[in-house]
């Protein structure tokens, strides 16, 4: 993860006509694969997918929040993208029954990624989609919260006694609550926090310290708790790790040796269809 980091760090500062130099001595085929980025919304269980054109106003360097979500009065799957560049700020949403991109107009976004260069992905949570940012008029880190019915942003302040950062921080759904996993490097731990009536502010509660110390990369990512209350989550490099509800460590299981590590996503098997068309198998 160091040399990944690296190597953003160093194409950051590369001068424009340095790049193109480097691309133009590069191979026709390596240059081909640039050629078009495509996104796709795909089923893992059937193996129907949908191509996603990418939004007209979409621009590399703008800092921006993006998330997936459903709209019930609508019966409809969303993409939702918002940026927060100071001078094209806006809030739009494709959608895949219309199979196309729509702005949500006289939306006022008074908010900032809190963690740099690194676009964030909502969790969708009761009808809405639930981001970490930093709002400019409280000057403080919220969560940031877009109901997709009303087509609205509000706030969720975080815990009184939370202090970490939130770059070392997630939002999950935790025995059917909004929940966030925070790690606490100082003690090598991993705090969860659950808002046991949602939006309700002092419902906030610590429910667990898991401590992290046995697993070798001394990382843990909560993705999903088991029927049965275990914890189950990542690494943060190529293992899965499992606590009891109590926090005891269960295992740790690491699959392949890639350096970068891997991403996990959780998904519910369904034999439903997309909404829209063009989809294929």
Known sequence: MELETKNHMVMQYLPHELIIQILLRLPVKSLIRFKCVSFYIWNPSTG?????????????????FYGFGYDQST??????????DSNTSYLEFFSLR???????????????????????????????THWFAYCLDLQNDVILVLDLMERKLLDIHLPDEFDLQLDNCGLWVFQEFLSLWAKNYDNDTVEIWVMK????????????????????????????????????????????????????????????NNPYGF???????????????????
Request: aromatic share 10%; with cysteine; glycine share 8%.
């Open 263 to 281: 991403q996990v996503a959780i998904f519910t098997e369904s034999l439903l269809s997309l909404p829209g068309d063009n989809e294929q198998a």
């Open 48 to 64: 129907v997918h949908k191509q996603i054109p990418l939004s007209p106003n979409l621009d590399s360097d703008e800092e921006y």
């Open 98 to 128: 219309a199979n196309t991109w729509k702005q949500i107009e006289g939306t006022h976004i008074h908010y900032l990624n809190p963690i740099e260069d690194d676009p964030k992905f909502g969790l969708f949570f009761n009808g809405a």
């Open 197 to 256: 009536e949602y939006k309700l502010h002092s419902s906030w509660t610590k429910t667990h310290v898991l401590p992290t110390g046995a697993i070798p990369t001394k990382n843990f990512s909560p993705l999903r708790s088991t029927k049965s209350g275990d914890i189950v989550g990542t690494d943060d490099h190529t293992g899965l790790v499992k606590y009891t509800d109590e926090g005891q460590l269960l295992g740790h299981q690491s699959y392949g």
């Open 75 to 84: 019966d409809d799957y969303c993409i939702v993208l918002m940026s927060t």
